[in-house]
């Protein structure tokens, strides 16, 4: 199966910084890769779909490029509802494949 | 509105089984696959299975599961109620978590989850 690593495992931000996160596929998985965002005790919210596409009603300070084994997520003017754990996975083929993780906390 | 309810989960002795659905609404069920994926506690995000669409059935096969629950867990879709369930067998510890549906998109993959329902199991 395909793995899927992320970077950093967390980050430190403030409000208003801007906040990168790296996605790495162990082969090529094309554009087939989601960003997620989960806070504590709720469901995996879809941000964007894929690797560039944003999801519908999210706000556009929220961003993704690449393609093949290279992904990059950023978060643009860190709001204080954005801290939270953001998650990459790749969706196709079967099975889909989350990286570990990476917490952006304060 | 796209909406996902799963439901079932509960405490469990190891060995036992239960059975979760997954009632989803706002939205044409029957054109959309379905996923169920869990999280341990503190841990991350785990695929468990997929049903196709009565339309899409690849080789003859119409669901998929992970290695670790392969011939103990089984999901079944009846489109007539919009519910996806996902009957667990023979339970272990480790299987304790938070159990999400999901649908499957075409070109967005898994763009709407449940709220989750929790499986404790334990002796």
């Known amino acids: 199966d395909i793995q899927m690593t992320q970077s950093p495992s967390s980050r430190s931000a403030s409000v208003g910084d801007r906040v990168t996160i790296t996605c790495r596929a162990s082969?090529?998985?094309?554009?087939?890769l989601n960003w997620y965002q989960q806070k504590p005790g709720t469901a995996p919210k879809l941000l964007i779909y894929?690797?560039?596409n944003l999801q519908t009603g999210v706000p556009s300070r929220f961003s993704g490029r690449g393609s093949g084994t290279e992904f990059t997520f950023t978060i643009d003017s860190l709001q204080p509802e954005d801290f939270a754990t953001y998650y990459c996975?790749?969706?196709?083929?079967?099975?889909?494949?989350f990286g570990p993780g990476t917490k952006v906390d304060i | 509105e796209v909406r996902l309810v799963e439901s079932g989960g509960g405490f469990v002795q190891p060995g036992r089984s239960l059975r979760l659905s997954c009632a989803a609404s706002?939205?044409?069920?029957?054109?959309?696959?379905v996923s169920w994926f869990r999280q341990a506690p503190g841990k991350g995000l785990e695929w468990v299975g997929f049903?196709?669409?009565?339309?899409?059935?690849?080789?003859?096969?119409?669901?998929e599961y992970a290695a670790s629950v392969k011939d103990r867990f089984s999901i079944s879709r009846d489109n007539s109620k919009g519910i996806a369930y996902l009957q667990m067998n023979s339970l272990k510890v480790e299987d304790t978590g938070i159990y999400y549906c999901?649908?499957?998109?075409?070109?967005?993959?898994?763009?709407?989850w449940g709220q989750g329902t929790l499986v404790t199991v334990s002796s």
């Open positions: 999901t649908r499957v998109a075409p070109l967005a993959g898994n763009d709407y």
């Open positions: 706002g939205f044409i069920f029957d054109d959309f696959p």
């Open positions: 049903i196709r669409t009565r339309g899409f059935v690849l080789y003859n096969v119409t669901t």
């Open positions: 082969e090529d998985i094309g554009d087939y």
């Open positions: 894929g690797a560039s």
């Open positions: 996975q790749k969706y196709d083929p079967i099975p889909p494949t």
